[in-house]
T-cell receptor, first 111, second 111 residues
Framework: GEDVEQSLFLSVREGDSSVINCTYTDSSSTYLYWYKQEPGAGLQLLTYIFSNMDMKQDQRLTVLLNKKDKHLSLRIADTQTGDSAIYFCAELSYNTDKLIFGTGTRLQVFP | EAGVVQSPRYKIIEKKQPVAFWCNPISGHNTLYWYRQNLGQGPELLIRYENEEAVDDSQLPKDRFSAERLKGVDSTLKIQPAELGDSAVYLC?????????FGQGTRLTVV
């Protein structure tokens, strides 16, 4: 079956880099996504990567994909207090065509 | 361009009462999703539509939940009767290809 796991919490100092990790089990994943959710808000799509890519960079965001280990990470450079939120990893399964979410990582940025 | 619009934002009802949520997807998006997000967890898919056809409703509790997307545009999700355990945020999302965009959600509290 499909399962997506993330660590629950991450705390970083403003200006440092944050790295949020995700592991998944579905080997048929086609796309992998990172969403951001602020309190009381819906999910905001940050970036996504196709499964045949290793890396994608978009301004302060860098996504790394290790398909062999089924490991996805999101690096946020120069983390700001406005980056404090819950970050969800999600994978789109080729077999089921379902978008499966992890439990989310709460990022806290302190001054 | 307007994003995914959901209403109401908040709903408080007594158990055993009916409730309905409405979603207007982004114009032109043929795929529409309803997700449920329990507190501290990631979203879980309830139902997915391709145009007006429900192509995946395997996670929808059909004894009390129903959904429709009659003209392949906006959609309603209904719960009748509601139970205490239905308290959650109900998220609607739409997509055209690989990117799914979410609405702000409806927070349901059943008392």
């Amino acid at each position: 079956g499909e399962d997506v796991e993330q660590s629950l919490f991450l705390s970083v100092r403003e200006g440092d880099s944050s790295v949020i990790n995700c592991t998944y089990t579905d080997s048929s994943s086609t796309y992998l996504y990172w969403y951001k959710q602020e309190p009381g808000a819906g999910l905001q799509l940050l970036t996504y990567i196709f499964s045949n890519m290793d890396m994608k960079q978009d301004q302060r965001l860098t996504v790394l994909l290790n398909k062999k280990d089924k490991h996805l990470s999101l690096r946020i450079a120069d983390t700001q207090t406005g980056d404090s939120a819950i970050y969800f990893c999600a994978e789109l399964s080729y077999n089921t065509d379902k978008l499966i979410f992890g439990t989310g990582t709460r990022l806290q940025v302190f001054p | 361009e307007a994003g995914v619009v959901q209403s109401p934002r908040y709903k408080i009802i007594e158990k055993k009462q009916p409730v309905a949520f409405w979603c207007n997807p982004i114009s032109g998006h043929n795929t529409l999703y309803w997700y449920r997000q329990n507190l501290g967890q990631g979203p879980e898919l309830l139902i997915r539509y391709e145009n007006e056809e429900a192509v995946d409703d395997s996670q929808l509790p059909k004894d009390r939940f129903s959904a429709e997307r009659l003209k392949g545009v906006d959609s309603t999700l209904k719960i009748q009767p509601a139970e205490l355990g239905d308290s959650a945020v109900y998220l609607c999302a739409s997509s055209l290809n690989t990117e799914a965009f979410f609405g702000q959600g409806t927070r349901l509290t059943v008392v």
